[in-house]
């Protein structure tokens, strides 16, 4: 497979690892002392962080195929010197990860596009804010999997406004209320929804869905929607209109999402809600999406 048609997720360290107590150290004691911690600790093997058993995920999709289908790049802000502690952890953890930007403290999403990354994962608000801004898919992860995972595939969940849409009918809703969105999606039912931040990453998951035709599928996608009838309509038609896959669909109409999100067993969850996603934690691994109007300051002009 041409490089340009893996799926590429670029995951910092502290969404990869668990960095805390070196962390803590930065902020209460400086670099300097962050920096000789890390050099004096790097042949200790880190803890896996929020996101590892997610990226153990996608790297077990390349054991479906003779060409690579995933790769994980590492994104992070420590120098090269105490990054060497990262790179022995994921020696040690066994993860095939060999391309990595270590940026000694200055957000590292600058490097998103030049590794092709169609997706990043951290746990830093503000480098997602960025790379959001930017035009990348990004969320923050807030949670490690509540429970192991015995599933082989992958299961993937997204909300639908604000993260595969736009948020244009989500505005509707906040500012008109319910009758007014209803009313605006019955007579746009059959004109797409535009894309929102997480399209491009969803065409990457269905461009490897359709290389992988087996059963059970590696992958399996859901949209775990507060939407309900009729505003799904215009839902159904804008992806088949993109002619992706989602292979299930949920419309719950307002219902708490976390019950649905841990029947389906989702690896990850991304909602631009900062409360939906943190229900869903309490049942999956939950990433905010921190885009679209539901996380817009207030005074804030619409971009």
Not at 162 to 174: A, C, G, H, K, T
Not at 178 to 185: G, K
Not at 279 to 301: L, R, Y
Request: with cysteine; glycine share 6%.
């Amino acid at each position: 497979m041409p490089e340009h048609r893996k799926l590429v997720v670029a995951v910092s360290s502290r969404a990869l690892f668990d960095l805390d107590q070196s962390h803590e150290i930065f902020e209460q004691q400086g670099k300097a002392a962050f920096c000789r911690y890390q050099i004096a600790h790097e042949d200790e093997p880190l803890a896996p962080g929020y996101g590892f058993a997610l990226v153990k995920k996608f790297l077990e999709l390349n054991n479906y195929a003779d060409e690579p289908l995933a790769e994980i790049i590492l994104l992070s802000q420590n120098s090269a010197d105490t990054g060497l502690r990262i790179f022995n952890s994921i020696e040690h953890h066994g993860l095939d990860i060999s391309r990595a930007a270590f940026t000694s403290g200055v957000s590292p999403y600058h490097y998103i596009a030049a590794f092709g990354a169609h997706l990043f994962l951290s746990i830093n608000a503000t480098d997602v804010a960025n790379a959001l801004a930017a035009g990348y898919a990004a969320a923050t992860i807030l949670s490690k999997p509540t429970q192991q995972q015995s599933q082989s595939q992958l299961k993937i969940a997204f909300d639908g406004d604000s993260v595969l849409f736009s948020d244009d009918s989500e505005r509707i809703y906040q500012q008109h209320g319910l009758a007014q969105f209803t009313a605006n999606e019955r007579s746009q039912a059959k004109m797409p929804l535009p894309g929102g931040p997480f399209k491009p990453f969803l065409n990457a998951l269905h461009h490897i869905q359709s290389r992988l035709d087996r059963e059970p599928p590696p992958i399996r996608t859901a949209l775990v929607t507060a939407r309900a009838a009729p505003a799904h309509e215009r839902v159904v038609r804008t992806l088949r209109a993109w002619d992706v896959r989602i292979d299930e669909a949920l419309f719950l109409g307002g219902m708490p999402k976390g019950e649905f999100l841990k029947a389906f067993g989702a690896d990850i969850f991304f909602d631009d809600q900062k409360g939906h996603c943190e229900s869903a934690a309490q049942h999956v691994t939950a990433a905010h999406v921190p885009h679209g109007i539901a996380n817009q300051k207030p005074g804030e002009k619409t971009p």
